[in-house]
DNA sequence: AAAAAAATATGCTCTTTAGCATATTTTGTA
DNA sequence: TACAAAATATGCTAAAGAGCATATTTTTTT
């Protein structure tokens, strides 16, 4: 975890509007309480069961949220983008944490000291809202998956990851590469499939002229055939 | 929807001790905008895609709640118990029903006019707290659910169905048979699983001592032998 | 009580996909 | 630049589980 605590970031508030619903003297207690540290690539942030103690934004970077499950295999649960919050479901539960984050690339962490996240939550109500209305969308999210990745077949639940990714980071000036260069091996952990399946199935889809591959930068060329082959399954 | 308002009901806070966060005026409020609807089994409570019109509590059964994956296939999400919230994610997100509900025996379910529900939820921030520590939750359990279905064998997943219906439903009074009757399609839909495989399955389990079936009674013989199938996959 | 419908049980086949091996390419590092 | 390590690509085999058929039992309806 290499710290590097520099003066030059932009504060919090300029990076997410749910701060806007805190008091000048709450944003000046949460930025006292906050600190920023910088993650290398495929460093770890937190690990699952771990007892929280900071709730976290991700300000530069991106991360992925993961699970370990039988025999190790990772299954990536979400990945984020600057802006997003992670890291605070566990604490507002009362629970270790479920999940672990590393870096996906360099990554800008904000870390705000439980004790003062909890206390901000639980006495201003319009940030709780807030803070409840994310986790409403998360859990829809979650329930969505989890079904997604049950009954889609490998090609569904690729093509389907193609498309939340082009949803998630957007695309490149081309306006058909999508912005998120992964290896096909976290392809594989987001899709629940092995390696080797992740490899064999996007070359079928660049044979079928639905995708381009350029090393890791994908271009998506037919996004209709894309979303019919995820709603097929 | 077979309507039956009688008198002899009890009232909300006496379910569930959430409610005990409103003011006796708050409380008034939301009984004034309550509803008590009978439903029969198997009777359809809400669907995947209705917009929400009532937050509702189950007083008396048990429901699934259970999305329609690819061919109409159904994966049960969750099961829930009297006293047990649903039909308030969506609200809150502002989205329409992710699921749908369905009573798994005859059911009684308190519906608490939207309206009414959000304007406490936004002006109690001890009542919204104690929604979010319940979201946060479900948000964990969901997660933890996405890898369990994902990266488990039949025997696995089916494991764990048992022991998390014990866990939510607890025992009959010799003290090991399951508290909740369900057929093996339901048990399939719970666990991922065709009709005929969690059919198969539990006759192994059978044949190998970890239960005892009688019709659909389940008798856990052998819990431990039952978590360690679920822990190794 | 009889008939019909639904649920349970079990066997067989075939598809999907994991597991493994190996070759090739790319990337990182001395 | 060269070497090692990691990532990508592809083929073969095996296992898990779906799909389907059919028989039997249980439940519901007439």
Redesign the pocket.
């Known amino acids: 975890m290499a710290k590097k605590t520099v003066t030059d970031y932009p504060k919090l508030w300029e990076l997410n509007e749910v701060w806007q619903m805190l008091s000048d003297d709450e944003k000046v207690y949460i930025n006292d309480n906050c600190t920023i540290v910088n993650f290398r690539?495929?460093e770890i942030i937190h690990k699952e069961g771990d007892v929280p103690t900071h709730m976290m934004m991700l300000a530069k970077g991106k991360v992925r949220v993961y699970k370990e499950g039988?025999?190790k295999?990772p299954q990536i649960i979400r990945m984020l983008k600057p802006c997003d919050f992670f890291a605070y479901r566990a604490m507002i539960a009362n629970e270790s944490s479920n999940t672990s984050v590393s870096a996906f690339e360099a990554s800008v962490v904000y870390m705000v000291k439980k004790d003062a996240f909890m206390h901000v939550i639980e006495t201003n109500s319009r940030f709780c809202y807030q803070f409840m209305v994310m986790m409403a969308r998360d859990l829809g999210q979650s329930d969505r998956r989890t079904v997604n990745l049950t009954q889609?077949?490998?090609?569904?639940?690729l093509a389907e990851a193609l498309l939340s990714l082009k949803q998630n980071y957007g695309l490149d000036d081309d306006g058909a590469t999508i912005s998120m260069y992964?290896?096909?091996?976290?392809?594989?952990n987001l899709s629940?499939?092995?390696?080797?399946?992740?490899?064999?199935?996007?070359?079928n889809f660049v044979e079928e002229e639905i995708i381009a591959?350029d090393?890791?930068k994908i271009k998506i060329l037919d996004e209709d055939k894309l979303i019919r082959i995820s709603r097929l399954g």
């Open positions: 690539k495929n039988i025999g295999k889609k077949h490998v090609r569904g639940r992964m290896s096909r091996e976290d392809m594989a629940n499939m092995t390696t080797a399946n992740a490899i064999r199935t996007l070359s591959l090393g890791r």
